[in-house]
């Protein structure tokens, strides 16, 4: 069985995108038995463009990329996540659902990519994704099957303070 993990932000339409295609990205390139998710408190209901432009530029699949609420992921039936990550301040600050299983937490907050000015998104977009990417990286070579909740917890800090 696969170690799920949500990552969530306000609308998913860009950074936590962004990160699920990292995640899943690199689990693959690793031969990792990961799954990420992404999710929003309020979804937009769209994936930015740029968003998928600069993950389909860096050799991600995006097919079956959408724009969802965290709800999904509260439901019964939704996988168990072990740990769930916040990549925008808004998302963080909002009060989050239980979230079964009581995953580790932690907030790696990012810019905004999408409030650049039009002439510099693209390149705001590219320079989000390489800064997650580097953070997913490092998250799918930990050893997530042998890590204790406070040792994951502890690693997870590490890896937003690099």
Not at 64 to 75: A, H, L, N, P, Y
Not at 116 to 136: K, S
């Amino acid at each position: 069985m696969p170690t799920h993990i949500l990552i969530l932000c306000t609308h998913n339409s860009a950074r936590s995108v962004l990160a699920e295609g990292m995640l899943q990205h690199w689990a693959a390139r690793l031969g990792k038995r990961l799954q990420a998710h992404s999710a929003g408190s309020t979804p937009s209901g769209r994936v930015n463009p740029h968003a998928l432009e600069v993950l389909a530029q860096a050799g991600v699949d995006t097919s079956g990329f959408r724009s969802k609420t965290w709800d999904e992921f509260v439901r019964p039936d939704a996988p168990p996540m072990r740990v769930v990550i916040t990549v925008c301040d808004q998302a963080a600050a909002e009060p989050c659902p239980y979230w079964p299983g009581s995953p580790v937490q932690v907030h790696w907050g990012y810019a905004d990519p999408s409030k650049a000015p039009e002439d510099q998104r693209r390149a705001a977009f590219e320079l989000t994704r390489q800064a997650i990417g580097y953070r997913m990286l490092q998250l799918a070579q930990l050893p997530l099957d042998t890590m204790n909740d406070s040792e994951l917890r502890l690693a997870l800090q590490t890896i937003e303070k690099s």
